[in-house]
């Protein structure tokens, strides 16, 4: 409970944040203490949560100030946390894993020679190993849709590029650090471009929006070739303009 700060961080949000680390585990834990937050703290009868956002190892809540102060729901929420600790978590996530299609030829995957040459890895090590890994989703941020994804293999990581790029496509396949993502619209970007997917990251209409990936979730690439890509885009790979 020590490695657990629980900080307001305005008059109706508090921070709760874990050791700082990219850990399965852990995010199962943070995942389940916000669920028992929920069901504990937002009944029907006396809603006190208004939003809640989750990163790799914190929790943003945002709460009813004036129904229960600070110190209530700090109370309130290390219990939450207690009951999860004394929980099997390992045991508990069945996730269904997502498959998202790349096609990771050379004019679709902009930096995918670079990164090769950088991790002294041949084009075809560099497609295997970022395809064979199975990712966890760990925060939804920067553009609607954008999910965070770990843990790349370690012989992939390499820093962000030190020049990023005004424009990235809509639908690149990313890596930086050890993370990787898709791009779901055109923005810029300083993530090493390996390939791109014909994969919608979201749907959107004037009342929802749905996201493809949700946080816990699970995530595979799958390699697929030119003409697969094209039956399923409709379009060529966005290709780099040259300056």
């Known amino acids: 409970m020590n490695k657990v700060n629980i900080d307001p961080s305005s008059e109706n949000s508090v921070l709760i944040t874990w050791p700082e680390k990219i850990c ?28 809640s956002i989750v ?56 930096d995918l020679s670079n ?4 991790c002294q890895l041949s084009t075809n090590e560099v497609i295997k190993l970022h395809s064979q890994q199975i990712y966890r989703s760990y925060a939804l941020g ?15 990581v390499l820093p962000r590029k030190a020049t990023p790029r005004l424009t990235v496509p809509k639908g ?9 993502a898709v791009y779901p619209n055109s923005s810029p970007g300083g993530w090493h471009i390996i390939g791109q997917t014909p994969v919608e990251l ?3 209409n004037q009342e ?23 039956e399923l885009a409709g379009q060529p790979p966005f290709i780099e303009k040259k300056h």
């Open 172 to 180: 690149a396949v990313a890596i930086a650090e050890q993370q990787t």
């Open 202 to 204: 979201y749907q959107q």
């Open 142 to 156: 920067f553009t609607p849709g954008f999910c965070y994804l770990g843990t790349l293999n370690k012989q992939l």
């Open 55 to 110: 990163s790799y190892n914190s929790i943003m809540l945002y709460y009813c100030f004036n129904k229960i102060s600070f110190h209530q729901l700090k109370k309130r929420i290390y219990d939450c946390i207690e009951l999860v600790l004394n929980t099997d978590i390992a045991r508990q996530e069945a996730s269904v894993t997502i498959e998202i299609p790349v096609y990771y030829g050379e004019e679709a995957g902009w």
């Open 115 to 118: 990164v090769a040459k950088q």
């Open 24 to 51: 399965p585990i852990q995010h199962k834990q943070i995942l389940k203490t916000l669920a028992q937050i929920n069901g504990e703290l937002n009944s029907a009868s006396t809603p006190f949560i208004t939003e």
């Open 208 to 230: 929802t929006f749905t996201p493809l990936i949700n946080v816990g979730q699970q995530i595979k690439f799958i390699e697929i070739d030119k003409t697969t890509y094209l």
